[in-house]
């Protein structure tokens, strides 16, 4: 639990408006997480004119937390080194493993809200703490950002947050596994992060029942002015009810048999105790998975170094797909 010191002798008049409050407030962190802030770049950050940040950095030092002003190139504004918030329960270690989680939620939600808490948290770490993490540098980094390929639009997750937080219905086009669109109406409970996508928890009204559904297939999504009244189940329950269920697609054993220069791949696809090396230098791997157009894509992917020893029927159905992929180019 973080406690935060009440600066004795800091009282505004009752007409300072919540507005004015807010920026102070963020002129505050801003100074205790920066070394050296200028007035310019101050009154650009809140929109202000520079006579306004002059005011503010009067009232804030009268109130008992001490500004310094310093002239020249580098000129600007600072909080004196020795000041900093108290903090009770927390170390530096655990300050530096929460702004490595909020860093990267905040890269991959691009949520301005996110700013302000960072600003915060960090604003509990003192000028020399500050030093000696920039001195030890970031051992860890956060990022759930894709390389490629499709990511959900941060504006389809922002109104779906909304949505989720003031209980309004939604509707959007939804992209199924077969390509197919179908309009949906759902309420809304809360966003997941599974594996390296975001879901949407939802109860779907067309099967008026809980469903899963990915952000990258939703397509117009819209958020109606209709409320709906909570069903009693929480995110957490439906997120642990998605990994008890399990894949949808049956399962299937299957003993593949890759080339030596696939190794770097199967063993980044397979767990150790499936694999095996031959004795000439192939690997052997015995495995159970779901039979959907993942694993076919996946297989399909190596090419010539893999081959299906068991079952058959996989095998086969493979060649099926790797022939009429081959007549296209005929």
């Not at 759930?144 to 209980?167: K, P, Q």
């Not at 669109?181 to 759902?186: D, G, I, L």
């Not at 697609?249 to 694999?275: A, G, K, N, S, W």
Request: charge should be neutral; include cysteine.
């Amino acid at each position: 639990m973080l406690h935060l010191k009440v600066v004795a002798g800091w009282k505004l008049d009752p007409e300072v408006g919540r507005v004015k409050v807010h920026r102070l407030l963020s002129i505050v962190m801003l100074l205790l997480t920066n070394k050296r802030i200028g007035a310019q770049e101050l009154a650009e950050r809140f929109e202000v004119s520079l006579r306004t940040i002059y005011r503010d950095l009067e009232t804030i030092n009268a109130a008992g937390i001490p500004i310094v002003s310093f002239s020249g190139p580098n000129g600007g504004y600072e909080i004196m080194e020795q000041y900093h918030i108290d903090r009770q329960m927390v170390t530096l270690e655990d300050l530096r493993s929460i702004m490595t989680a909020l860093n990267g939620l905040e890269a991959s939600l691009k949520d301005p809200q996110l700013h302000d808490v960072i600003a915060k948290v960090g604003a509990l770490i003192t000028k020399a703490e500050q030093a000696k993490l920039e001195e030890s540098g970031d051992e860890l980094l956060f990022n759930a950002n894709l390389w490629r390929g499709r990511e959900a639009d941060s504006g389809t997750i922002s109104a779906l947050r909304r949505a989720a937080r003031f209980r309004h219905v939604v509707r959007f086009r939804y992209v199924t596994a077969r390509g197919e669109e179908e309009e949906r109406e759902a309420e809304p409970v809360g966003l997941a992060w599974k594996g390296y996508a975001w879901y949407l928890h939802a109860w779907c009204r067309l099967r008026r029942d809980y469903r899963t559904f990915r952000l990258t297939r939703i397509r117009d999504c819209r958020v109606l002015e209709e409320r709906f009244a909570p069903r009693g189940v929480s995110l957490k329950e439906l997120d642990a009810r998605l990994d008890a269920a399990g894949p949808e697609f049956p399962q299937i054993r299957m003993v593949l048999r890759f080339h030596p220069r696939q190794r770097v791949r199967v063993e980044e696809y397979f767990p150790p105790e499936e694999i095996r090396v031959d004795g000439d230098g192939y690997y052997r791997v015995d495995t159970v998975h779901a039979e959907d157009e993942w694993l076919y894509g996946t297989l399909l992917g190596f090419g010539p170094d893999v081959t299906v020893l068991e079952p058959r029927r996989l095998a086969d159905n493979l060649k099926r797909r790797a022939l009429a992929i081959a007549r296209l180019y005929e």
